[in-house]
């Protein structure tokens, strides 16, 4: 909706001259100035006759405007105002307006409402930081403030364009979806201001990487929802039945938002409803019981672009008097008259092809409020408890108009209070980002849900004999961490002779009583297998015939592999966890049934395997290729250990580089800065949350891949650019 200010006109009597070349002005209507706010509802032109129509016009209070410009003495605009009222949805005829020489600039106000222009030019990206080329397929935003004006999508040259756009100022919006680096939303923004009807080109939109939840607002503004449901009533009051051929409407605190009439089963739908607060109202006339109104009301909501279905309404006795403002909006009426003039300041004749623009008073603008940063925050109802765990989590959070949950199992959700279920055994991190306008936060509870085994499935005896200390360790944990009371853990441990490698099992362990046995998979067994392989086809001989036998080393398993896929791989990655979803697997799968056939209402996940986020070790001066300028980005959320001293054991020695971690990190140590007043630390930062942002969070430490040299002047947007080709 573009709105001016536009004069109010009205008519004037000039005194009688002397002059025959002013006789044109002394009956002439003259337009003066006195300013309100005005809105177009629509323009048309006086046809051969001076004959105009609008048609299709709600109940309300509005003004005509007639105008024209003429060649005589010297040029002038010729105008005319009246104003009109339509009430009860009746025609308005012979509204005449006879045009006269308007005020100097009056004119401009109308003209600018009439004014429409183009906004055109490319979608564009910077492939791995190179020259920009044209994007095809994005999809393109024209808004304000206030809401969506249009949208469109850009064609296979990269190409798009707005047409009819009324003087304004404006925002374009180009977004698109990538899956590259594991998914990540490209946006690019640009104001515009449409002056004086002139075309605007060129204006083209560079995607880039968009801060986190930055597309959420615009993607709500092209959603999109249908309302649907039956009219029904309820004669002599018994059940429900269809009532047909009843008018429905959809409407806001603002006014008439659709309206339809249900078929003769009663059924109606409203389609391309974008999101908001609505309510449902159906109401008709009865002979019945000497005439009366029957109506239901309903209010309903569409969010995230969500139909709503069975939106059911059930009319009945309407209160005295509660249907005229439905009724109201309903009503439509056609304003027509003639456009006049008087040459010479004779009587009036028709003047054709005259402009004539139907205004009426704008609507007070709701300026949004201002919105501080959000703070994400969040509670669940439980936090433990036997999957399948059904969890309701509450948003918290302040100043939020946008929210995406990551449960931590690989799902999410955008609602604001969204109920999720963790169909597996396990331990999940939860992180709700919250967005509005103005920015982004971040709540993550680390380890905050954690899902157990339901008992009925503890009911294997099940017995690890574990091959080393180390590993001995970690499966004991996790039988702990589950309260797994079915579960035995033996172990060997190392002693590095000649003769024997590992200690022997002990000799009281009776394999009889165990449905599964799990002899754990370990490399080079033709070597370290001399002194365990006659224990453990002793002990085999007293295992029952039913019993599963899990083996890689010593030939006497019972299980196909082929058809367990998981169960080597569980073991083999050695990440906690993986031990915790292998003792899950044995609990609840047959393993005389291929996997393929599993049914259960417990998830198997399969083998974690870290994800290969690569850290980068990047220079920060060309002048100190030394691991003191080094700064290290971790792309993940890493707790409960040293992480220097874990990169010191494993991958490098670090002593003395700098970690450097932000956003659910701890906050850099001032001391990594060799000049504090080069604020380094700052453009650090910076670059590290673009690239957190778009990171998942893996639960284990990659190994470092490469080093990227990226001197300090580096700009913002490049090092990001350098950085994010290798990932």
Not at 198 to 225: C, H, K, M, W
Not at 353 to 371: I, M, R
Request: proline content about 5%; glycine content about 6%; some cysteine.
């Amino acid at each position: 909706m573009h709105i001016v200010k536009v004069n109010n006109m009205h008519k004037i009597k000039s005194s009688l001259l002397v002059l025959s070349a002013l006789l044109i002005l002394v009956f002439a209507q003259v337009v003066s100035a006195e300013e309100i706010t005005m809105e177009l509802v629509a323009n048309t032109t006086s046809d051969a006759y001076g004959d105009y129509t609008f048609i299709d016009i709600p109940n309300g209070n509005y003004q005509l405007v007639a105008l024209k410009y003429t060649s005589a003495m010297g040029g002038a605009w010729l105008m005319a105002e009246s104003d009109v009222a339509i009430e009860n949805g009746t025609d308005i005829v012979n509204a005449d307006l006879t045009l006269g020489f308007a005020d100097p600039g009056v004119q401009d106000p109308v003209l600018s409402l009439l004014e429409r222009a183009s906004i055109s030019g490319k979608t564009l990206s910077t492939p791995m930081g190179g020259s920009a080329q044209n994007y095809s397929y994005v999809p393109v935003v024209l808004k304000t403030e206030s809401g969506l004006v249009a949208n469109t999508t850009s064609d296979a040259y990269g190409d798009y364009i707005f047409t009819d756009i009324p003087n304004g100022n404006y925002q374009l919006v180009a977004l698109k979806y990538t899956p590259a680096m594991g998914g990540a939303w490209l946006m690019a923004e640009s104001d515009v201001a449409i002056e004086n009807g002139t075309d605007i080109v060129n204006a083209n939109l560079t995607l880039g990487f968009a801060d986190p939840g930055a597309q959420y607002p615009v993607l709500s503004l092209l959603e999109r929802a249908s309302i649907s449901g039956k009219t029904l009533s309820t004669p002599m009051g018994g059940p429900a039945q269809n009532y047909f051929d009843v008018p429905v409407v959809l409407k806001t605190e603002s006014g008439l938002v659709a309206n339809t009439t249900s078929d003769a089963y009663g059924d109606y739908i409203f389609t391309d409803i974008p999101n908001g607060n609505y309510q449902l109202v159906a109401l008709k006339y009865t002979s019945a019981m000497g005439g009366a109104w029957v109506m239901a009301e309903s209010d309903v909501a569409i969010e995230n672009g969500t139909d709503i279905v069975n939106a059911n309404l059930t009319l009945g006795f309407a209160d005295p008097g509660a249907q005229y403002p439905v009724l109201s909006l309903l009503e439509k009426a056609s304003i027509s008259g003639k456009t006049l003039s008087t040459p010479m300041g004779g009587p009036a004749q028709n003047y054709s092809d005259v402009t004539v623009a139907l205004l009426k008073q704008a609507s007070e603008q709701t300026v949004p409020p201002v919105l501080s940063l959000p703070v994400a925050a969040f509670t669940a109802n439980v936090t433990s408890g036997d999957a399948p765990l059904n969890v309701a989590f509450t948003d918290g959070s302040t100043n939020a108009t946008s929210w995406l949950w990551d449960f931590g199992d690989g799902e999410n959700s955008t609602q604001q209070d969204p109920v999720h279920t963790y169909d597996s055994v396990g331990t999940y991190s939860v992180a709700l980002t919250a967005t509005n306008a103005n920015g982004t936060d971040i709540e993550v509870k680390d380890d905050y849900i954690t899902t157990g085994l339901p008992d009925v499935y503890k009911n294997k005896n099940i017995v690890f004999l574990v091959i080393g200390s180390d590993d001995t360790c970690r499966v004991k944990k996790a039988v702990a961490e589950m309260g797994m009371d079915n579960i035995d853990v033996y172990g060997t441990y190392r002693m590095d002779t000649v003769e024997s490698l590992f200690s022997p099992f002990n000799d009281s362990i009776d394999l009889s009583q165990y449905d599964i046995i799990f002899i754990t998979r370990k490399g080079g067994m033709s070597f370290m297998g001399a002194n365990l392989k006659p224990q453990i086809l002793e002990m085999m001989q007293n295992k029952t015939d039913e019993a599963h036998v899990v083996d890689w080393n010593y030939g006497v398993g019972t299980v196909n592999h082929t058809e367990h896929l998981y169960l080597a791989d569980y073991w083999d990655v050695r990440y906690d966890g993986n031990i915790n979803r292998l003792i899950t697997y044995l609990s609840v799968v047959n393993l005389s049934k291929p996997f393929s056939e599993y049914d259960s209402e417990i998830e198997i996940h399969p083998p974690y395997s870290p994800v290969d986020h690569p850290i980068y070790l990047v220079v920060d001066r060309f002048e100190h290729l030394c691991l003191e300028c080094f700064i290290i980005f971790l792309s993940a959320n890493y707790y409960g250990f040293d992480l220097a001293s874990y990169l010191h054991d494993r991958y490098l020695v670090l002593e003395p580089a700098i970690l450097a971690c932000t956003g659910i990190f701890p906050f850099l140590d001032s001391t990594f800065i060799d000049d504090p007043i080069d604020n380094r630390h700052i453009r650090f930062l910076q670059i590290f949350s673009i690239l957190y942002s778009r990171r998942h969070y893996p639960h284990t430490l990659p190994k470092i891949n490469e080093c990227i040299y990226l001197p300090f002047t580096t700009d913002l947007e490049e090092a990001v650019r350098i950085i994010c080709k290798h990932d």
